[in-house]
Structures are given as C-alpha cells and as structure tokens.
C-alpha cells in the first residue's frame, strides 16, 4: 500500500492588537455591567485594531510572518495561502493576495475561504489536502478578523462578545502520522437567518438608507444561535472521536471556538472532559471569529509536545461547525 503523507503544523504565530476594550469601558457605552458579561460569557476584555487604515490582513501578515519564523520557512518558499476570514480588507481582491504581496511570498497563489466562526477549520482542512496529495509542501492558513469593523457598540447583544486578532499556522508534509489526521465538517443555511449581516452584500449594496438603519453591522439572536452551537460543538465532537475509536481520556487539549464559555462547558461536560486539558482564552480575547482556534493553539504551544493528541471543534454562523483531530508535530 502506499505509504500516506500527513499535513503537519510546523509553526504557530499570533497577533493581537495592543488596544483593549474591557467591560468596564462597555458599562460606559450600552446598558450593561462587568458582572452580566462576565457571568454570561466569560469574557473580560477584547483587543479592538485601531491602527488606521488597517484591516484584516495587516493582523493576518503579522501572525503568518511569525508563523513562517517559527517553522524556519521563508516567504517565497510558500506554495499557498488560504485565508480564514469574516472580515476582508476588501471584497475583492482576496485578503490572502494582499498578506502574500506584503509578505513577500512570491511563489504563492491565495484565496480567502469565508466560514463565519469556522473559516479557520475549513480552511485548515482545505490547506491540508494541498499537503495530504504531495502537491505542495508549504502551506499557510490563516484566520484573521478585525469584528470591530462591523460591530455595533450601541448594540449590547453583540458588542460585548467579539473582538480583532489573527492566529496563523504552517503545514508541511510528514510520513510519520503527525498533524491532521480526520476531521467532520458541516453546514445548514437554514440557520442563516439567526445570525448574519444585512447589507453589503449583492442582495442588499450599500446605500444612504443601508448605512442609516445599520445594516452593515453583526446581526445576532443569541439564544438560537447558543442552543444550536451546544448541540453542533458536541455532535462535532463525538463525531470525530467515534470514527477514530477515540475517547475523551485520549485527549490531552481540547481546542473549541471561543464564543462563549457557557457553551464550550457545556460541550466539555457533554463529553466527560475535565477542566485542565480545555483550551480557553476567552477571557482575555473574547470572540475573535476566525482567529479564535489558532490563538489558543498559539497560547497553548508551550504546553504541548509531539504526538498530542488535539481536538478542534467550533461553531458559527452559517450555520457552519466542524471537528478535526490534531497530532502535535512538536
Ligand atoms: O461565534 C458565533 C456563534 N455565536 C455564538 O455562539 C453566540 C451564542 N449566544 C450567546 O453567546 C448568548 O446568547 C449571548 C451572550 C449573546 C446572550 O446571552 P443569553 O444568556 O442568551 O442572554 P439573552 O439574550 O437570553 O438575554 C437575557 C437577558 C435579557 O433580559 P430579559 O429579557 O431577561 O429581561 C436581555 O435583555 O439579558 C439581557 N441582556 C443583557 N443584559 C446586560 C442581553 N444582553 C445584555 C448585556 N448586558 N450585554
């Protein structure tokens, strides 16, 4: 039989923006407190990008050059850049084009691949297949989001929850069966109407009025959305550990999308998961949306050795959710 070729990570890298907006700065904006927030989320304070002129992709080139440092790659040895993101500096042309221009990384083609909250673990799937079929052999995946852009902060549903960064990753191939080793993914549109932004759009251009009745800003009903994320966070889950006759005591990290810490208790109890091996930055960050996974993996690094075994599991709009198991590579 032919020997299979995995996709490994080779380097993580993070960038977070130095501004934060914390819940005591929110109490002063909407009508709402630190406890409330605190209490219902589990978030403390968010970093908003407030450099000007900068998007998505000036986080996401920061978090890959650090990425590509840290795997001893060099820009234009990358084949691919796939780029997870809500947020793009501009509809067209992709973010991707724009952080490999700025990068250097001339040998590279990119696209963005747009997921909501699951835009990083689509987009690490997809990087990996480049990796899994010997087509390339240097392959970076990012998620990056600047949701300050399209939050409104007279909204207290929404502005409480997200925040901007960028995480990154490296993929290069490995003989030994190391990095992505499965992974489920899904989708429903059914659960577009729940949460989703307006305008914008070629259903809806942006106009006078579009602009004056908000349109352009995260619509969200949160109590759908938490009900569908609990059970989809935990039938990812479950599915990914049962095709691979895994169980929860095989895990060492568990790394979910940072919406809410209600929900990813709830998908830990669900699974018998204690506390210690749950991968949490919430607190600090808030919802990043397609950065969430690669700054936790980017904040756990140190704690983690070669041959962990790694679960990443998230739910977003879409709706969109997915597992994938992970063997650390180093
Ligand atoms: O990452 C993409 C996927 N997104 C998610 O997974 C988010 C899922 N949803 C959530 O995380 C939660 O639903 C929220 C954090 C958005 C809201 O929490 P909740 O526990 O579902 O609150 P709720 O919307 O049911 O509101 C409960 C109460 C309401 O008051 P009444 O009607 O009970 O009097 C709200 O008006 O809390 C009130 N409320 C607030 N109070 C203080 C809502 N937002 C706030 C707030 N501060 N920021």
């Not at 970093?47 to 234009?76: F, H, N, S, T, W």
């Not at 480049?130 to 929404?158: C, H, L, P, W």
């Not at 095709?243 to 699974?271: E, G």
């Amino acid at each position: 039989m032919e020997k299979k070729t995995y996709a490994k990570i080779t380097g993580v890298g993070a960038w977070l923006p130095e501004t934060k907006l914390t819940n005591a700065d929110l109490e002063t904006m909407v009508e709402t407190t630190d406890a409330w927030i605190s209490e219902r989320t589990g978030i403390k304070e968010r970093r908003i990008l407030r450099v000007p002129g900068a998007g998505a992709g000036y986080m996401g080139e920061r978090a890959l050059q650090q990425a590509l440092e840290k795997a001893g790659v060099a820009p234009d040895e990358l084949d691919l850049v796939v780029c997870g993101t809500v947020t793009p500096d501009m509809p067209f042309p992709a973010t991707a084009n724009l952080i490999t221009h700025a990068l250097g990384a001339k040998n590279a083609w990119g696209f963005d691949l747009q997921a909501a909250c699951c835009s990083f673990l689509y987009a690490l799937a997809v990087g990996a297949q480049f990796v899994e079929t010997g087509r390339y052999r240097k392959v970076a995946v990012v998620g990056t989001d600047k949701m300050s852009s399209i939050i409104d902060y007279q909204d207290r549903n929404t502005c409480i929850i997200f925040g901007d960064g960028a995480g990154a990753v490296v993929l290069e191939p490995s003989e030994e069966p190391l990095g992505v080793m499965d992974f489920v993914l899904y989708s429903d549109g059914a659960g577009a109407e729940y949460l989703h932004m307006k305008a914008g759009g070629s259903r809806m251009p942006a106009s006078h009025d579009t602009v004056e009745n908000k349109l352009h800003y995260v619509y969200q009903e949160g109590k759908t959305v938490f009900k569908h994320a609990v059970a989809g966070m935990e039938q990812a889950a479950l599915a990914v550990l049962e095709r691979n006759a895994l169980s929860a005591a095989d895990l060492d990290l568990f790394v979910p999308h940072q919406a809410n810490l209600r929900i990813i208790d709830a998908t830990a109890k669900r699974m018998g998961l204690p506390k210690e091996k749950i991968a949490l930055n919430i607190e600090r960050y808030g919802n990043t949306t397609s950065a969430t996974l690669p700054l936790c993996l980017y904040d756990y690094e140190k704690s983690l050795k070669k041959g962990d075994n790694l679960l990443l599991v998230s739910f977003g709009g879409g709706f969109t959710w997915g597992g994938m198991w992970l063997k650390w590579a180093y």
